[in-house]
């Protein structure tokens, strides 16, 4: 990256921390601004700042920010929580996000006839992980429902990685299909990346979770230092499982994932990392989809790919919720405000760009571009619209004494921006 860029990129983070306090009681959110900063720098803008999709700067970026972003949000998942709160986050997970992807294969095929059954699956579970941190106001808004956040924001957390070996899969067998390619080297390939990675991650995580309690309770390890360690068993997990044969990314959200539950204690500092590092990690990463990822996707957009990506964010998300959701009491408003805050953002932007640095696909230019254009819209409308609608929301489920099934008692989890104020109350 030339030193012309990293200026540039370091204006943005500059000129957003000047005015940061005020963006969070307006509707405009870090990603939003960020995006638009790219598009105007961009080739498609100024042309001042150059990044490039297959660069290696790219590269290093999207790989480092899904190592983080899996690691920490499945460490803030605290499973004996999620047991006792199982009924919602269990079935948008469980039921919700299978569906979800069937729709979303569905969808494909019928707007783009072209494309083959291992592309359109591959394609819908890219867009299947959910972003709560792109409707901010949603998951830390106290007129939202304990519940009904909680729910959202669990499985933001749980999605993207459970998302990921699914996506191998089907970019594996997209591959094997467009190579022709012995179909047992697949099957091989799937089965290292779905046991080694989670064997590698389990054992980093609960070993060296363990020796970073240990040495804080024996007051041999600081506060900045703990940070530092979450980091290094991040990329430890990572590191290790590829070396042999696992997929590194699954290691790194199942190490995240054992050692949130088995050192709960030392997780506080992994939080604080999430809040500043990572966070600009994703917002860097928001600054390159606008800068690099929407130019490149320009001259694919097309009436087609403009109805897929409006149905990714409307039918292919809310039937699948509302019938994940079928008996559980609640109101059909609170339906259709899970349905609806489903956004999409960094986990498929780091998924397409994972898929396309294999450029095995011939196709993957194209479901590049489709991403983009789906995860633009949603940066967007679910922008725009979390920090009205949370609000409304709010005083309408507030006002009913029988909503009893969103005022369920439930446990608060840590979220990956919690600074984000609410929304305010309405004046009389």
């Not at 579970?125 to 519940?147: C, E, F, K, M, N």
């Not at 940070?227 to 997929?247: K, S």
Request: with cysteine; glycine share 10%.
């Amino acid at each position: 990256m030339d030193p012309s860029s990293i200026a540039f990129i370091a204006l943005g983070v500059c000129l957003f921390a000047a005015f940061s306090q005020k963006a969070e009681r307006s509707p405009l959110t870090p990603p939003m601004f960020f995006v638009g900063v790219g598009l105007i720098l961009g080739d498609a803008g100024l042309g001042w700042l150059h990044l490039e999709i297959d660069g290696e700067a790219m590269q290093v970026l999207a790989e480092l920010t899904l190592v983080v972003v899996l690691f920490t949000d499945a460490a803030r998942i605290d499973i004996a929580c999620l047991r006792r709160e199982k009924s919602l986050p269990t079935r948008l997970l469980g039921i919700g996000m299978p569906l979800t992807i069937a729709a979303g294969a569905t969808a494909a095929m019928l707007v783009f006839p072209g494309l083959g059954w291992a592309e359109t699956l591959l394609l819908a579970a890219i867009l299947a992980p959910t972003d709560a941190a792109l409707g901010q106001a949603v998951v830390t808004s106290p007129l939202v429902p304990v519940r009904i956040r909680q729910s959202l924001n669990v499985e933001s957390g749980l999605n993207d990685g459970i998302a990921l070996p699914v996506v191998l899969v089907f970019a594996a067998l997209a591959g094997a299909h467009a190579d022709a390619v012995d179909t047992g080297y697949w099957l091989r390939f799937a089965a290292l990346a779905v046991t080694l990675g989670p064997l590698v991650g389990a054992a980093v995580g609960f070993v060296g979770g363990r020796m970073v309690a240990w040495g804080t309770q024996a007051g041999w390890i600081s506060p900045a230092f703990q940070r530092l360690a979450g980091l290094a068993l991040a990329m430890l997990a990572f590191g290790a499982a590829e070396v042999v044969g696992g997929n590194g990314f699954i290691a790194a959200f199942v190490a995240g994932l054992t050692l949130g539950n088995s050192a709960r204690g030392v997780c506080e500092c992994l939080y604080e990392f999430g809040e500043a590092e990572g966070q600009l990690l994703t917002l860097l990463v928001f600054l390159a989809f606008g800068a690099a990822m929407l130019p490149e996707a320009l001259p694919y957009v097309t009436g087609s790919a403009i109805l897929y990506a409006l149905l990714s964010l409307t039918l292919v998300r809310v039937v699948p919720v509302a019938l994940s959701l079928l008996g559980t009491g609640l109101r059909p408003a609170s339906i259709a405000f899970l349905g609806w805050f489903g956004p999409r953002g960094l986990a498929s932007i780091l998924f397409a760009l994972l898929v396309v640095e294999e450029g095995s696909l011939e196709s993957g230019p194209f479901l590049l571009a489709v991403v983009a254009l789906t995860v633009l819209g949603s940066t967007f409308l679910h922008g725009l619209t979390a920090y009205p609608l949370a609000r409304r929301y709010g005083e309408y489920v507030s006002a009913l004494a029988e909503a009893k099934a969103e005022h369920a008692d439930a446990l608060e989890l840590p979220v990956r921006i919690s600074h984000a104020p609410a929304p305010p109350a309405a004046q009389d």
